[in-house]
Structures are given as C-alpha cells and as structure tokens.
C-alpha cells in the first residue's frame, strides 16, 4: 500500500501506518501519531475503572480535522 495523501501529489511513497479515521494509508512523513485514553472496567464491578493510554496514528487531514474540532471544544468549554 502506498501513502494516499503523497499519491495526491504524484508521488509514490510505502505507507507505514492506516490512520485509524479514514483508513487511508500514510508515509512516516504523513503520519501523525497521537495517543487516547480509554476507560474500562477493572476487575468483577463496572464502578471501579482504569484508564490505559494507547496508540492512534492518523494522516494529516484527519489529524488536522480532529485537532481543529478539538480547539473548538476547548473554546466553547467542553
């Protein structure tokens, strides 16, 4: 698989990583790593919970859209 967005421009580039939005492939030059917390539950009860960081890599628009949907949250306060 090669990296969509450098296909775009022409050139041909082995993706390294499928962003975890879109699914579209994305070069080490296109791929931008973030992580997320994720919630779950810890042992025999659903009250007591944990939080383990993993791993997302997205591609460049993808993580340009989120990390704009995000700053505006930030700004209305959510």
Do not use: K, Y
Request: proline share 4%; glycine share 10%; charged share 15%.
């Amino acid at each position: 698989m090669n990296c969509f967005e450098c296909a775009g421009r022409g050139e041909t580039r082995p993706s390294v990583a499928v962003c975890t939005t879109c699914g579209a492939g994305a070069c080490l030059d296109c791929v931008r790593p973030t992580t997320r917390d994720i919630r779950h539950a810890v042992g025999f009860s659903s009250a007591e919970l944990a939080i383990t960081t993993t791993r997302e890599l997205h591609c460049t628009p993808c993580h340009s859209a989120i990390s704009a949907h995000q700053g505006a949250l930030a700004d209305l306060g959510g």
